[in-house]
Structure formats: structure tokens, C-alpha cells
């Protein structure tokens, strides 16, 4: 048999090598796969177009909570989603941006412990992008006092961009840039730094004064600012007027203002706390109060209470004005003191007549002043010709009408006065000694006030007779050492 030639190339032999070497090791060659073909869903048994699952995105933010019922669940919920977004709770009440929608975010109920209820929230990436976003950008105004809302609504839209500039690099991974050119704060120069120390790599000094800040340092100088205006003024001088038994005749009262230059400006509503020393106690009818439309902050105390040792610390309240701001504030506080109500601080009210007429030349009232001062007293307090009147005519009138007129009146007097005194007194001529002296006797009485209470304390009756060349001298010298008779005893009168 003739066999035909074969003729051999190199990639003839390379094919054959290779399908050898392949059989050598006991392996066969790869088969062919079929081409990909994409061929779309058809209709199933029921004729119903099969599609794939929507991919659901997972929450960016997850909380939840429980309660008793729903409604509760759902608050504390809404509570810890706060927490979650803003790093504390209160920023929500300030910020004041709706957190969850219920129609368009993520909202589970299940059974929670003891029979309750228990609510998962969540907030996709896009839902917590557009929260940050409306914060930012959200006109509001902080429910504050109109002499505290220009700054404090600076303060907080400084504060609400530091925050949510923090909070989106934490939830979103954005990159938090706080360096900002800021308008001038109206703050002297040497109050303000610049934002660093050097301005630039090149270490060039950064300027100082109202230059770039970062929004929490400005705050932080607004709230100093602020602070440092505002004043707590007692309504009584020197302290609440205390019996002798130390017990407190006033409540305690003060006036909250915001002072700039010569401008004072009324706090209202404007929330303070009281607080007594540790042991002593009770006292105070209530333990926390706001401004009320003028300004005037008030803590009635129990009847019969006495006055502790150390007076009441009266103090803004930060937290419930501020919120999460609170502790930007330097505490603004007063502590209110109590005195002892004295003679010592008095006035005095004087009918005089001299042969049966009314003299006003008040020598009288000079005299009694001298007395008084001499003898340890304040000297005696002025009465407008108005209350003049007014007590004057009181004096002829029963003791109701006194105790009103003066209850009143010592508020006004707001601690200048305690003691008040109304002397009705005739001097006359009694006889003559010599060709030119004469002696004159000046009769008296004296009623004594204590004008917190409206109840008199003490009726002086008191005489003096003196003589003088010419009856304008007698009478003089008679008037003056009566004087000096009443005014010592009223200065041993015993106050209640």
C-alpha cells in the first residue's frame, strides 16, 4: 500500500505537540460555550410579566424605641432620631426642622417589651442630606425677649451652621470647612482674634479684629457680650425688709434689664430659678418664675416663713431659655438678703402751729433731722408734696385706711423708708421774764408707723418749754428742744 506524504509545517507540528501533550496528561480540550443571548422575560403561567426585586436602600440613620402605646413609641422615637442627627436632643426644639415623615421615611412597628409597642425610623442618605439642607437655610427667630433676640438669633444661626457643618462630615463623610468671613461683630478690637494665629502656610500674622471667625468662637463673644449687659436689680433697697423675728415682710422682687450705655431695656418673659442654702427651708411658695410684661420677677414666700441664713440666690435659668446653648452663658445670678426693718430709716410728717396758726418755715423737721442723725439714724427720707397730702389726710382717718395708704406707699418707698412719723404740734407763749424774754412751751404728739405693715407701733406725747429775747426766739428754742425730745424716743421704738 503506497502511503501519501505528509508534509509537515511548524504549525502543523505545534497543533499536533499540543494535542499530545494534552492527552499525556489526561485532560481533553475545553468544549465551546454558546454565544450570550439576552432574551427578555416572556409571560409566565398566569400571564403575569415576571420582575426582578426593587433594591431597597438601607437607612443612613436607625432608631428605635418603645412605649406603651403607639403615640408614646413614636415620640421617644422621634427623640432618639434627634440625638442621632444633631448629637443632642434639644437642638430639635431650636432648629425646629420636621425629622421624620411617615409617609416618605422609613417606619416599623413591632411588639415591643411588656406588651407595648416598639418603633423603628430610619432616614435614607437623601432624606438626611435634605434635613441638613433646610436647617441651614430656614428662616426662624428664637422665642426669646425682644432686648435678647438680636443677638441670641445670631448666635443661634452661627451655632446651628457650626453644628450642622459637624454633622454632615460625621453622617454624609462631607468635608467641614468652619472658616468663614463673618460680618463685623461689633465688638471692640482687642475683644476679637483672628481665627488662628498665622493667616496662610507662610506663617504671616493674621489680622486681628473683625476679620474671618469661625462661628462658634463668634458666638461663644456674642453670648460674653450679651451676658455682661444684663442686670438683676433688687426692687427693696439694701435687702427684704425682715420683722425682728427675721421674718420676711415682702416678697422677694426684682427687676431684669438689659443696660446699653444709657439705655435700659425691660426683660419679659424671661425664665429665673430660686434657691435657698442647703437645710433651710421652706420658704419660697414657688421655685421657679418668668418676667412678667414689665420686667418685674417675683417668688411669693410661705406665710410665717423665716429668712435664711445666707439669702436666696435668685439665677437665670439658661437651660430652659437656651437649651443646648445654655452653657454658652456666664451665669447671671443675685443673692437677695434680708434686713431688719429700723427706725433708723424713717420720714417724717409735721403740722405745726404757733399762737394757733399754721407756720410752714419747717424748723420743726430740721430740728427733729439733727436729732435723728446725731443719734445713729440715715437722714430722714423725702416725701413728695402728693403722698404729704395723701397721709395727711389718712392720719384723720380710721386705721384701715392708714394701714392701706402705707402698705402701699412702702412699696414705693422701696426700702427707703420703714419708719414714718407724723407730728402734729402747738407752740404758744407761756410767760415773760424781764422787760424782753419771754418763754414759750411747745406741745406735741407723735404717731409712729411701721409703714411695711401699716400699723402704729408707738403715740409720743412730749412738752418743752424754752425762753428767748422776742417771742420769734422763745418759740424757736421751744419748737427745736421738742423736737430733740421726740426724735429720742422714737429712736428707742421697737420695731415688730
Known amino acids: 500500500m503506497n502511503m501519501r506524504a505528509v508534509e509537515w509545517t511548524p504549525i502543523t507540528a505545534l497543533f499536533i505537540g499540543a494535542i499530545a501533550f494534552s492527552m499525556s496528561c489526561g485532560s481533553t480540550p475545553p468544549k465551546p460555550q454558546p454565544p450570550q443571548i439576552d432574551v427578555e422575560p416572556g409571560p409566565t403561567q398566569g400571564g403575569t410579566d415576571v420582575e426582578p426585586p426593587?433594591?431597597?436602600?438601607?437607612?443612613l440613620v436607625q432608631?428605635?424605641?418603645?412605649?406603651?402605646?403607639?403615640?408614646?413609641?413614636?415620640?421617644?422615637?422621634?427623640?432618639?432620631?434627634?440625638?442621632?442627627?444633631?448629637?443632642?436632643?434639644?437642638?430639635?426644639?431650636?432648629i425646629d426642622a420636621?425629622?421624620?415623615?411617615?409617609?416618605?421615611?422609613i417606619?416599623?412597628?413591632?411588639?415591643?417589651?411588656?406588651?407595648?409597642?416598639?418603633?423603628?425610623?430610619?432616614?435614607?442618605?437623601?432624606?438626611?442630606?435634605?434635613?441638613?439642607?433646610?436647617?441651614?437655610?430656614?428662616?426662624?427667630?428664637?422665642?426669646?425677649?425682644?432686648?435678647?433676640?438680636?443677638?441670641?438669633?445670631?448666635?443661634r444661626d452661627l451655632q446651628v451652621q457650626s453644628l450642622i457643618c459637624k454633622r454632615r462630615q460625621v453622617l454624609l463623610g462631607e468635608e467641614c470647612l468652619l472658616q468663614q468671613d463673618g460680618p463685623?461683630?461689633?465688638?471692640?478690637?482687642?475683644?476679637?482674634?483672628?481665627?488662628?494665629?498665622?493667616?496662610?502656610?507662610?506663617?504671616?500674622?493674621?489680622?486681628?479684629?473683625?476679620?474671618?471667625?469661625?462661628?462658634?468662637?463668634?458666638?461663644?463673644?456674642?453670648?460674653?457680650?450679651?451676658?455682661?449687659?444684663?442686670?438683676?436689680?433688687?426692687?427693696?433697697?439694701?435687702?427684704?425688709?425682715?420683722t425682728a423675728k427675721g421674718q420676711p415682710l415682702r416678697s422677694v422682687i426684682l427687676i431684669a434689664e438689659r443696660v446699653t450705655g444709657e439705655v435700659r431695656q425691660r426683660l419679659t418673659d424671661v425664665p429665673f430659678v430660686a434657691e435657698l442654702p442647703a437645710g433651710q427651708g421652706p420658704l419660697l411658695a414657688i421655685d421657679a418664675t418668668v418676667t412678667d410684661d414689665i420686667g418685674v420677677l417675683e417668688f411669693p414666700l410661705m406665710p410665717e416663713a423665716r429668712w435664711p441664713t445666707g439669702g436666696i440666690r435668685i439665677a437665670l435659668d439658661r437651660d430652659a431659655l437656651l437649651g443646648p446653648l445654655a452653657s454658652m452663658?456666664?451665669?447671671?445670678?443675685?443673692?437677695?438678703?434680708?434686713?431688719?426693718?429700723?427706725?433708723?430709716?424713717?420720714?417724717?410728717?409735721?403740722?405745726?402751729?404757733?399762737?394757733?396758726?399754721?407756720?410752714?418755715?419747717?424748723?420743726?423737721?430740721?430740728?427733729?433731722?439733727?436729732?435723728?442723725?446725731?443719734?445713729?439714724?440715715?437722714?430722714?427720707?423725702?416725701?413728695?408734696?402728693?403722698?404729704?397730702?395723701?397721709?395727711?389726710?389718712?392720719?384723720?382717718?380710721?386705721?384701715?385706711?392708714?394701714?392701706?395708704?402705707?402698705?402701699?406707699?412702702?412699696?414705693?418707698?422701696?426700702?427707703?423708708?420703714?419708719?414714718?412719723?407724723?407730728?402734729?404740734?402747738?407752740?404758744?407763749?407761756?410767760?415773760?421774764?424781764?422787760?424782753?424774754?419771754l418763754w414759750y412751751e411747745a406741745r406735741?404728739?407723735?404717731?409712729?408707723?411701721?409703714?411695711?405693715?401699716?400699723?402704729?407701733?408707738?403715740?409720743?406725747?412730749?412738752?418743752a418749754m424754752a425762753s428767748g429775747i422776742g417771742d420769734d426766739r422763745a418759740d424757736r428754742a421751744a419748737r427745736t428742744e421738742l423736737a430733740d425730745k421726740i426724735a429720742k424716743r422714737v429712736l428707742l421704738t421697737e420695731t415688730p
Open 63 to 94: 432608631v428605635r424605641a418603645s412605649g406603651v402605646d403607639e403615640t408614646q413609641a413614636y415620640e421617644r422615637a422621634l427623640a432618639e432620631l434627634a440625638s442621632a442627627m444633631y448629637g443632642d436632643p434639644a437642638w430639635a426644639d431650636i
Open 329 to 437: 452663658w456666664p451665669p447671671i445670678e443675685i443673692v437677695v438678703s434680708g434686713r431688719e426693718t429700723s427706725p433708723e430709716r424713717w420720714a417724717v410728717i409735721t403740722t405745726e402751729r404757733v399762737q394757733g396758726r399754721v407756720t410752714n418755715d419747717g424748723l420743726f423737721n430740721k430740728s427733729f433731722d439733727m436729732s435723728m442723725t446725731s443719734g445713729g439714724a440715715q437722714q430722714g427720707a423725702e416725701i413728695t408734696a402728693g403722698d404729704r397730702q395723701r397721709l395727711l389726710a389718712a392720719m384723720t382717718g380710721d386705721s384701715t385706711t392708714q394701714l392701706s395708704l402705707l402698705s402701699e406707699l412702702a412699696d414705693t418707698w422701696a426700702g427707703r423708708i420703714d419708719t414714718l412719723v407724723a407730728v402734729e404740734l402747738d407752740s404758744e407763749y407761756a410767760s415773760r421774764m424781764g422787760a424782753h424774754r
Open 107 to 155: 417606619i416599623e412597628h413591632a411588639e415591643g417589651p411588656s406588651d407595648g409597642v416598639q418603633i423603628t425610623l430610619g432616614l435614607e442618605f437623601a432624606r438626611v442630606e435634605e434635613i441638613f439642607d433646610q436647617a441651614e437655610t430656614r428662616p426662624w427667630d428664637m422665642n426669646v425677649a425682644a432686648p435678647l433676640a438680636d443677638i441670641l438669633n445670631e448666635v
Open 184 to 242: 463685623d461683630n461689633g465688638l471692640p478690637p482687642s475683644d476679637v482674634e483672628g481665627t488662628a494665629g498665622t493667616n496662610g502656610a507662610d506663617g504671616d500674622p493674621a489680622v486681628a479684629g473683625n476679620g474671618p471667625d469661625l462661628p462658634a468662637e463668634r458666638a461663644s463673644k456674642l453670648m460674653r457680650q450679651l451676658a455682661s449687659e444684663i442686670t438683676l436689680r433688687p426692687r427693696f433697697i439694701d435687702g427684704i425688709p425682715l
Open 54 to 59: 426593587p433594591q431597597v436602600e438601607p437607612p
Open 98 to 105: 420636621s425629622l421624620h415623615d411617615p409617609q416618605r421615611d
Open 444 to 463: 406735741g404728739q407723735a404717731m409712729v408707723f411701721d409703714v411695711w405693715t401699716g400699723k402704729r407701733i408707738a403715740v409720743i406725747e412730749e412738752a
